[in-house]
């Protein structure tokens, strides 16, 4: 069926301090023109085949008996083959108007070692390896094609790397006291394991109001992605043409229903949120991209859950994206057709979803995309739902 600073670098600075904060962050940039672009970086590998779940293929159920869902489970259909997970209910609307579309079975160049921070550094710098990073963002180097002067602030510790390079942009940090995820702290714990000093004073700050509810839960609270949201859209619909931010929550190595219904709910509320505080004439000309480092294991594991894999989903929206269609080349789930006995096969290059929407919003040939945003990508198809 057809269908600047990495974060590793930025954990270990946080790492010196257990009560350090983390910055919830947006990035933008100044362009001409009225088209839109946002990405939003799905953090901690969003399980694509939970989101779009294929419930036309007969090996779902047994990959996953516990997470694979049916229409009297809320499952909603979409095209006879694929389904829409309830918890994602807000956005079908959009998918009925044609705002909203999925690319199934991409991922970036990334395999085999399945690292949350090697992932995410390829995932922004565009690359195919994690010292890609040297070369900065995907998005910074957009706007190097583009010869109206850029103005540039930078009031947060560690600018994400999809915005960060050579060329200007501004960062505006919503708030100082957001601080570190469950697998955050977790591999802190387990780094400092063998110091007692270390260890004993990281549980009583774990007890302190300096790590707040983003730890204890995953996610944080609906208000703030919107409140990200909100701010996105109001300087889009100024003089911001390109804009970037990040949602927590996505590693679901266990009980993946309730992990995984808080998730989905922060993205539903994120471009639920832009497209009603844009106003329907910006809307009309934005595309949105939301984008996680990899999927998940083809297979449920023992704790409800699943870990990490490789193939995934990518989720376009705006009134400037042709949607309400799973894109994409479906590999199937069946024993040969898996990734490693355990993956979903990845069939198309996240890269060129991003490229394809780039061009279509800004006028950029398929040359300089492959030649200067994303060196080396090959054309796999994505250009054809723009």
Request: net charge negative; with cysteine.
């Amino acid at each position: 069926m057809t269908v600047s600073m990495s974060r590793r670098a930025f954990l270990g600075t946080a790492c010196c301090a257990a009560a350090a904060p983390l910055l919830t962050k947006m990035s933008f940039a100044e362009m001409p023109g009225d088209n839109r672009f946002a990405a939003i970086i799905l953090r901690g590998a969003m399980d694509g085949l939970d989101l779009v779940q294929p419930h036309g293929d007969p090996h779902l159920r047994q990959l996953r008996p516990d997470l694979a869902l049916t229409g009297d489970d809320g499952l909603i259909d979409l095209d006879g083959y694929f389904g829409l997970n309830p918890a994602a209910q807000s956005l079908y609307p959009l998918w009925q108007g044609r705002e909203l579309g999925f690319v199934h079975a991409v991922s970036t160049p990334y395999r085999d070692i399945r690292s949350h921070f090697d992932g995410q550094d390829i995932l922004e710098s565009g690359g195919s390896a994690a010292s890609d990073t040297r070369n900065g963002g995907w998005l910074n180097r957009t706007l190097s094609l583009t010869a109206k002067p850029v103005k540039a602030i930078d009031v947060s510790v560690a600018p994400e790397i999809i915005l960060s390079g050579p060329n200007a942009a501004d960062v505006w940090s919503s708030r100082s006291d957001v601080s570190l995820t469950p697998d955050e702290v977790n591999f802190i714990k387990r780094l400092y394991q063998a110091d007692p000093v270390y260890s004993r004073d990281l549980t009583e700050a774990l007890k302190l109001d300096t790590l707040t509810d983003l730890t204890r839960n995953g996610e944080p609270p609906a208000a703030k992605t919107a409140d990200l949201a909100r701010t996105t859209a109001e300087m889009l619909k100024e003089r911001y043409r390109i804009a970037s931010f990040s949602i927590t929550g996505w590693d679901t190595h266990v009980q993946q229903k309730t992990a995984f219904g808080a998730a989905a709910k922060q993205l539903c509320e994120a471009i639920t949120t832009l497209k009603a505080e844009m106003g329907p004439e910006v809307w009309s000309k934005t595309a949105v991209l939301a984008v996680t480092e990899f999927g998940r294991t083809a297979r449920q594991n023992a704790n409800i859950g699943t870990d990490h894999g490789t193939g995934g989903c990518a989720v376009i929206a705006g009134g400037a994206v042709k949607g309400g269609r799973v894109y994409g080349k479906w590999p199937g789930l069946g024993p040969d057709r898996l990734l490693d006995n355990r993956d979903l096969m990845p069939t198309g290059d996240i890269r060129s979803v991003a490229a394809a929407l780039l061009s279509q919003q800004f006028g950029m040939a398929g040359s300089v995309m492959t030649g200067t945003v994303f060196p080396g990508l090959q054309d796999d198809g994505h250009a054809l739902f723009i």
